[in-house]
């Protein structure tokens, strides 16, 4: 059958166009033979021993490969054969592997380009499919991964509120693996300005306090002052009209009541609501309910960043709080703009909380409680200290200058009163919030919406509003008053 076009016969009879395929090579049969015991020893590993030679003129091979071209230069990695060589494809530039392969072993500068693990094709070419990406044609080695890494954990087995790289880094830029608590060693030697920028802290301003005036709801204060003015004048009138003082009377007497009432609670409402917290039954963590609204009491450990304390440099804090007041008299500065004669006025003010462990008295579990990032914190912490200044009878000391400088402070032969509080890591502490689990993550989040106090008519108490995660924490031993 004379024919331009090649042809050839089928076993079946059948002819087709075409030339005949050559017929496949067996593979050859790989087999592994036990090796001796070393020792320990590399050099008497036989061909293992090769792959872990310090010298670079060996080539490195897991396998026999049958007339192989010899090459110059140097492997720079093991070249790793997850499968049975074929003779003709020694001599071909890319390699069918599973493993890093190195592209050393080439003259020049030229590497291999891919790196793939799958059939071969009928011409004995690695297939173009790859498990994996594959990195660049001029790279040193071809990596081939089967997925995306798992990210690196932390060693410490804490749960920590920020990112996983967010600690130290080795050379290699994995997270360092230590084997002490987990803490930050930037935060521990941080000065004051970088830690008010740290995203991680939440920075507390005077607004945070309790205050009567801000609580109390401001149009039952206005609807209350009307209502005097209106009772004032009504009684007034009467009086010049028909003589009858017993409306004015009346009225000045609800008058001193109110007045009585609201200076009452603005003295003793922050007390009151300690004792609402003190009174307010502790949860435990083990029987609450995801969104319940609890108080847990329990011991304190810090998180990924300890706060220091301004004043007395006390280490690993979770939360910070100092504060300079300055007493105005007739002709002395005020220490505000809302600072009145003969009454102690702030004049600067350092709070600061951040996300800690609480481990529960009742259960012993252990939660986390998101104070920092900006968090709403309703903190009723005692003063460690009160520092008392007064410049015209005694020097002041080293310390309070050297504190008074960093922050651009002057002293002005003004009396001062410094006061400090802080929860370090071991202090006992309450928690008032609401319990969020995610993920088999045990937190203490702020609520919604604030939590009233109700009306404690023994105490002639009106009700408070708490907002955010209420921290209470009672100092044990007595506050010092140190004159300065």
Same mark, same amino acid.
């Given at each position: 059958?004379?024919?331009?076009?090649?042809?050839?016969?089928?076993?079946?009879?059948?002819?087709?166009?075409?030339?005949?395929?050559?017929?496949?090579?067996?593979?050859?049969?790989?087999?592994?033979?036990?090796?001796?015991?070393?020792?320990?020893?590399?050099?008497?590993?036989?061909?293992?021993?090769?792959?872990?030679?310090?010298?670079?003129?060996?080539?490195?091979? &897991? =396998?026999?490969?049958? @007339?192989? !071209?010899?090459?110059?230069?140097?492997?720079?990695?093991?070249?790793?054969? #997850? *499968? $049975? +060589?074929?003779?003709?494809?020694?001599?071909?530039?890319?390699?069918?592997?599973?493993?890093?392969?190195?592209?050393?072993?080439?003259?020049?500068?030229?590497?291999?380009?891919?790196?793939?693990?799958?059939?071969?094709?009928?011409?004995?070419?690695?297939?173009?499919?790859?498990?994996?990406?594959?990195?660049?044609?001029?790279?040193? &080695? =071809?990596?081939?991964? @089967?997925? !995306?890494?798992?990210?690196?954990?932390?060693?410490?087995?804490?749960?920590? #509120? *920020? $990112? +996983?790289?967010?600690?130290?880094?080795?050379?290699?830029?994995?997270?360092?693996?230590?084997?002490?608590?987990?803490?930050?060693?930037?935060?521990?030697?941080?000065?004051?300005?970088?830690?008010?920028?740290?995203?991680?802290?939440?920075?507390?301003?005077?607004?945070?306090?309790?205050?009567?005036?801000?609580?109390?709801?401001?149009?039952?204060?206005?609807?209350?002052?009307?209502?005097?003015?209106?009772?004032?004048?009504?009684?007034?009138?009467?009086?010049?009209?028909?003589?009858?003082?017993?409306?004015?009377?009346?009225?000045?007497?609800?008058?001193?009541?109110?007045?009585?009432?609201?200076?009452?609670?603005?003295?003793?409402?922050?007390?009151?609501?300690?004792?609402?917290?003190?009174?307010?039954?502790?949860?435990?963590?083990?029987?609450?309910?995801?969104?319940?609204?609890?108080?847990?009491?329990?011991?304190?450990?810090?998180?990924?960043?300890?706060?220091?304390?301004?004043?007395?440099?006390?280490?690993?804090?979770?939360?910070?709080?100092?504060?300079?007041?300055?007493?105005?008299?007739?002709?002395?500065?005020?220490?505000?703009?809302?600072?009145?004669?003969?009454?102690?006025?702030?004049?600067?003010?350092?709070?600061?909380?951040?996300?800690?462990?609480?481990?529960?008295?009742?259960?012993?579990?252990?939660?986390?409680?998101?104070?920092?990032?900006?968090?709403?914190?309703?903190?009723?912490?005692?003063?460690?200290?009160?520092?008392?200044?007064?410049?015209?009878?005694?020097?002041?000391?080293?310390?309070?200058?050297?504190?008074?400088?960093?922050?651009?402070?002057?002293?002005?032969?003004?009396?001062?009163?410094?006061?400090?509080?802080?929860?370090?890591?071991?202090?006992?502490?309450?928690?008032?919030?609401?319990?969020?689990?995610?993920?088999?993550?045990?937190?203490?989040?702020?609520?919604?919406?604030?939590?009233?106090?109700?009306?404690?008519?023994?105490?002639?108490?009106?009700?408070?509003?708490?907002?955010?995660?209420?921290?209470?924490?009672?100092?044990?031993?007595?506050?010092?008053?140190?004159?300065?």
């Amino acid at each position: 059958m004379g024919s331009r076009f090649p042809s050839h016969q089928l076993s079946n009879g059948l002819y087709v166009s075409g030339r005949p395929e050559q017929p496949k090579e067996r593979a050859p049969t790989m087999s592994s033979v036990a090796m001796p015991y070393t020792g320990g020893d590399i050099k008497k590993s036989g061909e293992l021993g090769k792959m872990f030679d310090i010298d670079g003129s060996k080539s490195r091979k &897991s =396998g026999p490969i049958g @007339s192989a !071209p010899s090459r110059t230069g140097s492997f720079g990695g093991a070249a790793s054969h #997850s *499968g $049975p +060589i074929m003779p003709n494809a020694a001599a071909r530039a890319s390699y069918t592997t599973s493993g890093p392969v190195s592209s050393g072993g080439m003259s020049g500068s030229a590497s291999l380009k891919k790196s793939n693990s799958g059939p071969l094709n009928k011409h004995g070419d690695p297939a173009k499919k790859s498990s994996g990406p594959q990195s660049g044609g001029m790279t040193p &080695s =071809g990596r081939q991964n @089967s997925g !995306p890494l798992p990210p690196v954990l932390p060693a410490t087995g804490l749960i920590t #509120s *920020g $990112p +996983i790289s967010s600690g130290p880094l080795n050379s290699s830029g994995a997270p360092r693996k230590v084997s002490g608590p987990l803490e930050s060693m930037v935060s521990m030697k941080m000065p004051g300005s970088a830690v008010a920028h740290n995203q991680a802290v939440t920075i507390l301003t005077q607004d945070d306090e309790f205050s009567f005036k801000r609580n109390f709801p401001k149009p039952i204060l206005w609807s209350l002052i009307l209502l005097f003015v209106m009772g004032f004048i009504a009684g007034g009138f009467i009086l010049g009209a028909v003589h009858n003082a017993i409306l004015l009377i009346v009225v000045v007497i609800l008058f001193g009541i109110v007045g009585a009432l609201f200076t009452w609670n603005t003295c003793w409402g922050r007390t009151a609501i300690m004792g609402f917290i003190a009174r307010y039954p502790d949860a435990e963590l083990r029987n609450a309910k995801n969104g319940q609204f609890v108080k847990i009491s329990g011991v304190v450990t810090c998180g990924n960043v300890p706060l220091e304390s301004s004043f007395q440099k006390i280490p690993r804090c979770v939360y910070t709080s100092t504060s300079l007041y300055e007493y105005r008299g007739w002709d002395s500065k005020a220490a505000n703009p809302t600072h009145r004669r003969f009454t102690w006025g702030l004049r600067s003010l350092e709070r600061r909380a951040v996300d800690f462990y609480i481990s529960d008295f009742q259960s012993g579990l252990r939660a986390l409680v998101k104070t920092g990032y900006g968090a709403r914190v309703t903190p009723y912490v005692d003063d460690s200290i009160v520092i008392d200044v007064n410049p015209a009878n005694e020097e002041l000391s080293s310390e309070f200058i050297r504190w008074l400088r960093a922050r651009n402070l002057s002293s002005d032969d003004r009396i001062m009163r410094m006061k400090e509080g802080y929860i370090k890591e071991g202090s006992t502490v309450s928690v008032m919030g609401v319990v969020q689990r995610n993920d088999n993550v045990l937190m203490i989040v702020p609520p919604p919406e604030p939590i009233t106090t109700g009306c404690q008519w023994t105490h002639c108490i009106f009700p408070a509003g708490l907002e955010g995660i209420v921290l209470r924490c009672e100092d044990t031993s007595k506050n010092d008053v140190i004159p300065v």
